[in-house]
């Protein structure tokens, strides 16, 4: 059934916020994750990695493209993590995945395979 479960998504308007939540589900409370990802998916593009929060350090990693806007988090207990996404683009539009893994070394960190839970995706527009 549902692994992950993600929230926040919507429609803004260039240069606007949003934050973006994922949680575990009823099926992977239990689960010790080591790391937590977001991904995005825009149409007719391949899923790109855009940020990830290591649990046990907090240590993070950034697509390029969103240093300085995007911040992700983990909540105290590791159950969830959050997107908050700040100057929103229009290239920022795209269906938001939240993934998790109980790897504890991944190489590269931005592969999808390295994810052994998902979510559904959330949508996020940006109007240009």
């Known amino acids: 059934s549902v692994q992950l479960e993600e929230s926040g998504g919507g429609s803004v308007q260039a240069g606007g916020s949003l934050r973006l939540s994922c949680r575990v589900s009823e099926n992977t409370y239990s689960i010790k994750f080591e790391g937590w990802a977001w991904f995005r998916q825009a149409p007719g593009k391949g899923r790109e990695a855009v940020a990830f929060?290591?649990?046990?350090?907090?240590?993070?990693i950034y697509l390029d493209s969103v240093k300085g806007r995007f911040t992700i988090s983990q909540d105290n207990a590791g159950k969830a993590v959050y997107l908050q996404m700040n100057n929103l683009r229009p290239e920022d539009t795209a269906m938001y995945y939240c993934?998790?893994?109980?790897?504890?070394?991944?190489?590269?960190?931005?592969?999808?395979?390295?994810?052994?839970?998902w979510g559904q995706g959330t949508q996020v527009t940006v109007a240009s």
């Open positions: 929060i290591w649990a046990g350090t907090r240590t993070t």
């Open positions: 993934a998790a893994t109980t790897a504890t070394s991944l190489s590269p960190w931005s592969a999808p395979h390295q994810y052994n839970y």
